[in-house]
Each structure stands twice: as C-alpha cells, then as structure tokens.
C-alpha cells in the first residue's frame, strides 16, 4: 500500500501512528515543487523504514579487518580460539545496528520538522 502525504494532518498521522508501518510499503510526498518532493519522498522513504543494517555491515566489515590487521601483527598468536572473534563480530553488528537506527531516527525527526513547517505555511497562505 502506498501512503499519500500531501498536508499537515496525513504528516501527524504517520508521526503518531506506529502501527502505520506496517500497512504501508512505500510514502508518496506531494508538495508543490516536484524535484523538491521527490528528493525529500527518498529520503523519507530510506529513514522511515531504516533498520540499520547498512551501519552494521559496515561496522562487521571494519571489525574483521582490524581483527585481521591485529591478528597479523601480533605473529598470528592473539586470536587461536575462534569464538573471541566471533564474540568481537558480534558486539559490532549489534552497536552498528543501534547506531544505524539512532541515525535514521534522528535524521527522521528532523525531516518530520522540515515537512511540518511546510505543510502548515503552506496552510496557512492557503487560509488568508
């Protein structure tokens, strides 16, 4: 399903509704500049439905290549047991994955207040 935002009241209802998420697949943003809105629909769309996987592949890919680069350097003794690294990889996915998701919901809010300030000026001159 795809959910049309187009004012103020369709905004508050995707803020407030938590259960929303999961109907919908896609939000189509309508506004009066078309390259505006489809810029702004991207990034609403990638930071509405963020999971923070991204952030965590990069931080699993950044922890074995320093577990590498240290087990390397250290004349290939530091790292014999297998779970230590398996251990290290996974505190890196799970604080990647965290920070990915504070990251998109910040960057959600903030969109959420830009959008706002649009649709209620653009009601606003709409009412005089």
């Known amino acids: 399903m795809e959910y ?10 995707l803020r407030r509704e938590g259960t929303l998420k999961n109907s919908i ?3 189509k943003l ?7 809105a489809k810029t702004l629909e991207q990034r609403l769309n990638k ?4 999971c923070g996987c991204h952030t965590g592949g990069a931080a ?3 922890a074995l290549f320093f577990t590498f680069l240290l087990w ?3 004349g290939f ?17 799970f604080a990647g994955k965290l920070t990915g998701l504070f990251i998109s919901r910040y960057r959600l809010k903030k969109l959420f207040h830009v959008l706002e300030d649009y649709y ?3 009601d606003y001159i709409h009412l005089m």
């Open 30 to 36: 309508i506004m009066d500049n078309p390259l505006q």
């Open 77 to 93: 003794i530091i790292f014999i047991s297998w779970w230590k690294i398996v251990i290290i990889i996974a505190a890196c996915a």
């Open 120 to 122: 209620t000026e653009k």
């Open 60 to 62: 699993v890919s950044i």
């Open 25 to 27: 697949r896609k939000i």
């Open 47 to 50: 930071y509405y439905f963020a």
């Open 72 to 74: 390397w350097y250290s």
């Open 4 to 13: 049309v935002l187009d004012d103020i009241s369709s905004l508050r209802k």
